[in-house]
């Protein structure tokens, strides 16, 4: 049997993840409202703002599934159907990052060490400029597929995909602050509140983390 050409040919999935992006970057919006309100002492509004994070959570993976649904089949893709969904997965592991925040809040309220508040709100805003990065990098899917990734838009992408990656070393950078300042603390507070903090701020992390596996994963697509 003969395949027309045009069949074969499909039309490049990337595009269609800017849905996810947006409904990721809507539910990692709320860590910075969860962390004003701890370090606030409103452990009420701590709560609240993680129930709204797991709803849009869950809208994300909804997002997630529709995506991964409408994926082409067809045999000549631009890109990698394995590399695309590779790509949803870290775009999805985001917004997981973000409601475990929140649980991990509700689980115990927990006190900000002084020493800790201000390099921890520093640490929130560099983990959202990292995910607000790959955001935009997700949003140059259009232009990029429509270029073949070729040219300026090419350029353009790789020049996005450094620059995601220098705010995720700063992201680093200042967890790590934030550690040390949490384990100064150390003799001040009980055990338990210490390995929660210290699950927090992984999660934190694991948030930046994972936005820069987005920027690596594009990196292969505009290599190839």
């Not at 991990?104 to 640490?123: G, K, N």
């Amino acid at each position: 049997m003969r395949i027309p050409l045009a069949n074969l040919l499909v039309k490049s999935p990337l595009p269609q993840t800017r849905e996810l992006m947006a409904a990721v970057v809507a539910c990692s919006e709320k860590v910075p409202q969860l962390i004003e309100m701890l370090c606030n002492g409103d452990q009420p509004g701590v709560e609240r703002v993680a129930r709204e994070t797991s709803v849009l959570e869950g809208e994300a993976d909804a997002a997630k599934n529709r995506v991964r649904s409408q994926m082409p089949r067809g045999l000549f893709m631009q890109v990698d159907r394995r590399d695309v969904l590779r790509l949803i997965a870290e775009v999805d592991a985001i917004a997981d990052c973000a409601e475990d925040v929140g649980v991990l809040l509700t689980l115990r309220p927990l006190i900000v060490p002084e020493s800790m508040s201000t390099v921890l709100i520093l640490f929130v805003e560099r983990v959202m400029d990292t995910v607000r990065a790959a955001s935009q990098l997700v949003e140059m899917t259009d232009a990029l597929s429509s270029s073949g990734f070729t040219g300026r838009h090419r350029e353009a992408g790789l020049s996005q995909v450094d620059e995601l990656s220098r705010k995720e070393h700063e992201a680093d950078k200042l967890q790590d602050q934030c550690a040390k300042a949490l384990f100064r603390a150390e003799s001040e507070m009980p055990p338990v509140a210490v390995f929660m903090w210290t699950k927090v701020l992984n999660k934190l992390g694991d948030m930046a983390n994972h936005a820069e596996n987005v920027g690596d994963q594009f990196r292969l697509f505009l290599a190839n």
